[in-house]
């Protein structure tokens, strides 16, 4: 299983089921190693970042210190420089490289591995502009994703320019140091510092951490499912998702109880299916300058929301559920803050005073090293959330921990930035646990990192444009779930529309029609308003738009047996609900490439329109038959161009699918 090969000229090959994961020769060393610091300029979440590199060189010498069956032991050192004592084992059917000893004051590696010039690369968490990372260097650390997200166009310049929120190709909400190779083998590195993972070399993977990491886990399979589900097990899974979550759309609305009902009063009327209602201001409101935001205190706002739980009750009574929202934000003219600030569980600064790090919003952060100040935020959920009836609610944000913070536990900030977003989802996963709801509530997150996929109940995509841009509209929520789906988080959706609108870029009709549209083929239907709700196109804006949404939502709810059986295979296997096409047809090498299309389970294959203003789309089928879901014309392996009017985005089914019969009756709906 495990073993390596000493060959002439200091060459070394460890090899692990028969494939080749390290070559070391004195020319191209397994590892460098060196100091340094970094400099960390942080404006709400958005990074300018910055290494001073005081040395960096070469292992080139290796010495065998002990070997057998299941590890190796091996020093890699350069003359008098520096060492690196690591342990490769078998663990559990892995490979565990440990880094055992090594010189004490270095704090950089770099790790390569062998690399195949034919290889594709998916993973490294969310990536919302490319899903094969073969020739790119990915940046690793927890982020506001950026408006724009491409030096190359206005709105990011823009951005840049009046908000420093920019962003880049490689900008994420949830990175994670988490990769996966065509070659049927994952491989994570085991730390919470910055990291970059270098695959633009053709016969290497280069993996560079900002600290000497406790190990790095590498896993070979037989096929690209056996990977997936290998991966899972060892990250965790998502649990099923509860019954109601399937009976319509979560219907994003705000403003106080009489607007909210009386909209939803409407919409019903209209025939539309309303699983939940969504009211993120149920805490109360601001108005920015940026738009409509949030009062950071995490109980309901008995002005705009009088009687909230009485509200909820009849609204459950009615067979609707009622979802918030809240972050680990504490406003300093809250009532909770006061709490907070005199228990000593707010994050300090340098001179040992709490920290607002969101000015305008008078955002003070909850220190999660802290274990007083993580009952304390367990409990305020229980009682002022899970208490008054929430049945969800959005969990964001998770980027903002600066890095010269001052933690409670005495934990560098700067190790503890990654960390943060997953104790946020551990926090609300066990307050809903502790409650006993876990089978009655869910939660969305936006932030993650390694091990938010064992504590969260579902992603969201977060804080897109509302335009037809490929980095930061519609078409980036695409590579966003394939990627994360190849991180083990297979259970993610987004804001129907859109939510940033900012520099007169509107949401349209158009763009909320096709987003409604590709919504309807994912585990969750859910709207929201946006920052700037009275500038954006809404699902009832006129009626022609309700008519359309009414339509996409019912074909939802009748994909209802299907979508259950989807997310349970996500539960049991770890299998992604919406994936790449290429793990089940891995013989397919244009597959690699498919940035925007997916699977939605086994059987059924969606190509969202994601331009503006066309009714065809060009879409590539792999090796099975398929039936068009609209028209019932039947395709084969290869390029079709597809009518795709409004309404009708092309979606197609497996011919020898079990559920052919409920397929079939999509077109009725």
Known sequence: ???????????????????????????????????????????????????????????????????????????????????????????????????????????????????????????????????????????????EQGVGRNKNEYITFLAEKHR?????????????PTFVSSKNYWCHVDDSNYMEFNFTNEYFHELYIRNVPSKIILAKQNTALEVLENLTAYFGRQPEMPEWVYNGVWLGLQGGTEKVLSKLENAQKNGLKVAALWCQDWEGKRITDFGYRLFWNWKYQNEMYPNLPQTIKELNEKGIKYLGYINQFLSTDGDLYQEATQKGYIVKNQQGEDYIVYPDMKGAVVDLSNPEAVEWIKNIIKEHMIGIGLSGWMCDFGEYLPTDAVLYSGENAESFHNKYPVEWARVNREAVEEAGKANEVTFFTRAGYTGTSKYSFMMWAGDQMVDWS??????????????????????????????????????????????????????????????????????????????????????????????????????????????????????????????????????????PVYEEGKT????????????????????????????????????FYRKESKFRDLFDNVKNI
């Not at 420093?164 to 994670?176: I, N």
């Open 1 to 143: 299983m495990l073993n390596f090969k000493q060959k002439i000229g200091n060459c070394l090959e460890i090899y692990f089921k028969e494939y080749l994961f390290i070559k070391h020769t004195g020319e191209t060393a397994f590892l460098h190693v060196g100091k340094g610091k970094a400099k960390y300029e942080m404006y709400k979440a958005n990074f300018t970042i910055d290494e001073n590199l005081f040395e960096k060189y070469a292992l080139t010498e290796y010495e065998i210190i002990e070997s057998s069956a299941d590890n190796i032991i091996v020093k890699f050192s350069k003359e008098n420089t520096a060492f690196v004592i690591m342990n490769f084992q078998v663990v559990d059917g892995r490979l565990e490289a440990s880094f055992e000893e090594y010189t004490p004051e270095l704090n950089r590696v770099w790790v390569r591995l062998h690399g195949d010039k034919e290889e594709a690369i998916f993973g490294c968490g969310e990536q919302f502009s490319e899903l094969n990372l073969r020739r790119k260097n990915v940046p690793l650390w927890v982020s």
């Open 164 to 176: 420093k929120a920019g962003g880049d190709w490689y900008t994420t909400y949830y990175p994670q």
């Open 470 to 607: 490929l980095d930061d509209g519609l078409a980036s929520v695409i590579p966003a779930a394939l990627s994360l789906g190849m991180c083990g988080f297979g259970l993610s959706h987004s804001d129907i529309g859109g939510y940033t609108s900012l520099f007169d870029v509107v949401r349209t009709k158009e763009l909320f029609m096709r987003w409604a549209e590709m919504a309807a083929f994912s585990p969750v239907m859910r709207t929201h308003e946006g920052n700037r709700p009275g500038d954006s196109w809404q699902f009832d804006s006129d009626e022609e738009t309700l008519l359309h949404f009414t339509k996409m939502v019912n074909v939802y709810t009748h994909l209802k047996p299907y979508l259950k059986e989807v997310v349970q295979e996500n539960a049991q296997k770890g299998i992604p609900c919406m994936r790449m096409p290429y793990i089940h047809y891995e013989k397919d090498s244009a597959l690699l490439n498919l940035k925007y299309e997916y699977l939605l389970g086994r059987d059924l294959l969606v190509a």
């Open 616 to 651: 065809t789309r060009t879409v590539y089928l792999p090796d099975d038959q398929w039936i068009n879901i609209w028209t019932g014309e039947e395709y084969g392996q290869g390029t079709h161009e597809v009518a795709a009017p409004i309404g009708q985005i092309p979606v």
